[in-house]
């Protein structure tokens, strides 16, 4: 038996069966692409290739365990709080404005001491205690460190 198989509408070889579970093995196949078999003329997803083992996905890109948050959630070590902070831009706009329109330069300083002094604060508290839920301080503030 030999399979066909493609990839995003592609044809990306011909395989036998020991080459084709090896290249799923490999991750070269992912389970959405597609194959053929011998005087078959419908494709099947490779998902569905009897025995195919997939290698798990990427961790780093998997929801962590006990969690329902993606690893680009934040946690708050001052209250807990788990979820996408919110970002504040300290200053006023009606003050940016008004040093733009009569001293250009001062306008320009203010401007860029308004974008480099935004930070992300916690949606509960407003500490700016947030740090990534993926790192190994909020691992351990979670109690799975
Ligand atoms: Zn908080």
Redesign the pocket.
């Known amino acids: 038996m030999i399979y066909v198989a493609r990839a995003d509408g592609k044809v990306i070889g011909k395989f036998s069966e020991q080459e084709f579970r090896a290249k799923i093995s490999a991750g070269d196949i992912s389970p959405n692409d597609q194959y053929l078999g011998d005087g078959t003329r419908q494709w099947i997803r490779a998902s569905e290739f009897p025995g195919a083992t997939f290698p798990k996905p990427d961790p780093r890109e998997q929801v962590l365990p006990g969690t329902a948050w993606p690893p680009s959630a934040k946690v708050?070590t001052?209250?807990g709080?788990v979820g996408n902070p919110i970002s504040i831009t300290r200053g006023d706009f009606a003050i940016e404005v008004l040093l733009w329109l009569f001293f250009l330069v001062p306008g320009i300083i203010y401007s860029v001491w308004r974008l480099t002094s935004r930070y992300a604060t916690?949606l509960?508290?407003k500490?700016p205690?947030m740090i990534p839920v993926g790192s190994p301080v909020a691992q351990r503030f979670l109690g799975r460190g």
């Open positions: 708050c001052n209250c709080y916690c509960k508290c500490a205690n």
